[in-house]
């Protein structure tokens, strides 16, 4: 596996009808909240399906409670991989991430939680999905917010320089910026997103789509 953040990505493939889940991509640096949000989201929209991210990291505290992502070691990460069943991978910060090929129930949207860079995989294969990029409301709240979850210091500076680069990319993909100040109010902002992004546009019809 290269050291690199080579990413690799597949379609998700339609429904019967031809009918592909609209996809909603969440993106933010580290400490902007985005597992918590994304939570607090789907339990309020129960047509958004929540796709969890495999990682090859160590679960910080309280992540194996709430089920936040999948932890594997990386010689099953890289065996999956192999097997062709992410739509999107990369290594990041000396660990592996991806996401699964996304299997919601019939008649549900997709919630992708993942990084800038695979957001612009995802782009790359459906660019009629929606990216909303959510921001720390300051690098001094971002940098409390890693450290109150169990980082350390070293790992907090990294992450914070690598969040100015990451927002910067952000924005140039984002149909939408939402600042966590609040969390029920971005919650909120999120969800009226959700529901406009759905008045606005049907569904998508593709034929059932493998790896390019």
């Not at 929209?45 to 089920?67: D, K």
């Not at 919601?104 to 995802?122: K, M, R, S, T």
């Not at 782009?123 to 001094?140: F, G, H, K, M, Q």
């Amino acid at each position: 596996m290269p050291s690199s953040a080579k990413r690799c990505s597949k379609r998700l493939r339609a429904e019967p009808g031809g009918n592909e889940p609209r996809i909603f991509v969440l993106i933010g640096p580290g400490g902007a909240g985005k597992g918590t949000v994304a939570d607090r989201l789907v339990a309020r929209e129960p047509r958004l399906w929540l796709s969890r991210s495999w990682t090859t990291r160590p679960p910080r505290p309280g992540e194996l409670e709430r089920g936040a992502y999948v932890f594997v070691d990386r010689a099953t990460f890289e065996e999956a991989v192999a097997q062709g069943r992410f739509l999107e991978w990369a290594e990041f910060l000396d660990n592996l991430m991806g996401t699964p090929v996304p299997e919601p129930p019939p008649g549900a949207d997709v919630l992708l939680e993942i990084d800038v860079q695979g957001a612009e995989q995802v782009l790359a294969r459906r660019p009629d999905a929606t990216v909303i990029l959510l921001l720390p409301p300051s690098p001094e709240v971002q940098a409390e917010r890693l450290a109150a979850r169990g980082d350390d210091e070293e790992h907090v500076r990294r992450r914070v320089a690598l969040g100015r680069s990451e927002i910067e990319r952000g924005r140039k993909i984002a149909a939408h910026t939402v600042v966590n100040d609040d969390l029920e109010r971005a919650v909120a902002e999120l969800a009226a997103i959700v529901e406009g992004t759905r008045a606005a546009a049907p569904r998508a019809a593709h034929p059932n789509l493998e790896e390019p």
